[in-house]
């Protein structure tokens, strides 16, 4: 029985979502698991994300690279969930040495602190962008990792870590990675929250290249009930794709964003390229639908419910405004 989950990285985009779903009942096996959140509280964590909650977990302000920290917040949980990451390739470009700290030694910290201290189950929250970039078809579970950026090359470093526990010393720890996820609460830079913020704001929207680059999109309810599954019923030891099955050109989906707001492609301002800019992701996730997932969210209403929550929660995305968009 799980009665006591940590969940590190938990006041970010997706972390947040996780706990307010599981604190208000979202994942009924778990309705009675008391929460406890560490996070670093870095540019891209934010207490007023996990508001709708207050009250409801414990919070330990700080650093997944932090042993000593760790050796006394890890003993006691049934279960890890770690989305605590550095996660935006363009400050992984200009700033990587964060992300080797907290994605690589920050990863091995934890998962090390999970088997001290006797974990039953550590789940390790990743990307599809440790693939590389693909043509055409779809990465299954076992395509080689080839990472192109300094992020994706740190979040596989962190990956390798947590599956190396598993393998040597029989933790079970289980690997989730997933496409690009949208929805309401995620920090202004990425491009669904930076376009919609700067087109309320009169601004234009900076598109990368030829605007060809493809994505899979998920809303992240459905990223997070993918992982809750993994946490649930997956295997010591094993990768699990999440995917939505909505591939959309950046290019597509800026104009969808321009749409929602009544905008028109005068709006879009064409910048050079993101240096190794990956063209392609996609994820097969058959293994992971043979445990019973679907994806829940429309893509076109999940879009027009993000919009609007950013229309709506300006009090949420103002103060994050910071000097560099
Ligand atoms: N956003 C996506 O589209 C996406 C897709 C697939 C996988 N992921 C993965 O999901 C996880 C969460 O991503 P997100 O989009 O919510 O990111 P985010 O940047 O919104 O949140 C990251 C959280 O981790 C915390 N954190 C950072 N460094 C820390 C450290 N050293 N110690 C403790 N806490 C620290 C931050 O304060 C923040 O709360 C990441 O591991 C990311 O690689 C994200």
Not at 191 to 206: A, H, Q, S, W
Not at 252 to 279: F, S
Request: aromatic share 8%; with cysteine.
């Amino acid at each position: 029985m799980v009665r006591r989950v940590l969940v590190t990285g938990g006041a970010g985009f997706i972390g947040s979502h996780y706990v307010r779903t599981l604190l208000t009942g979202g994942y009924p096996a778990w309705a009675d698991a008391s929460v406890t959140v560490l996070d670093k509280l870095t540019y891209s964590g934010n207490l007023a994300s996990l508001a709708p909650v207050e009250g409801g977990f414990t919070f330990v302000h700080g650093d997944i690279c932090d042993a000593e920290l760790l050796a006394r917040v890890v003993p006691g949980h049934d279960v890890v969930v770690n989305f605590a990451a550095e996660t935006h390739v363009d400050r992984s470009i200009t700033g990587p040495d964060v992300f080797a700290t907290t994605n690589v030694l920050g990863t091995h910290r934890l998962v090390r602190a999970a088997l001290e201290a006797g974990v039953g189950v550590f789940v390790q929250v990743s990307t599809d962008e440790v693939y590389g970039s693909i043509a055409e078809g779809a990465w299954t579970e076992d395509a080689p990792v080839s990472p192109n950026s300094p992020y994706s090359a740190a979040k596989a470093g962190g990956d390798h870590m947590a599956l190396a526990y598993a393998r040597t010393h029989g933790l079970d720890v289980r690997l989730t990675r997933c496409g690009n996820n949208y929805g309401p609460y995620q920090y202004p830079e990425k491009i669904i929250p930076l376009f919609v913020t700067r087109l309320l704001e009169g601004r234009g929207v900076p598109l990368y290249g030829n605007g060809r680059n493809e994505r899979e999109w998920i809303h992240v309810d459905d990223h997070c009930r993918g992982i809750q599954l993994v946490a649930e019923r997956g295997r010591a030891g094993e990768v699990y794709h999440i995917s939505g099955s909505h591939p959309l050109t950046n290019l597509d989906l800026t104009n969808r964003l321009l749409r929602a707001l009544g905008k028109g492609p005068e709006m879009i301002e064409w910048v050079e390229d993101r240096k190794g800019h990956d063209l392609r992701y996609a994820l097969d996730d058959s293994k992971l639908r043979a445990l019973g997932f679907r994806p829940g969210t429309d893509f076109d209403e999940g879009l027009a419910a993000t919009v609007r929550w950013y229309v709506e929660r300006p009090d949420w995305w103002k103060p994050l405004l910071g000097g560099e968009r």
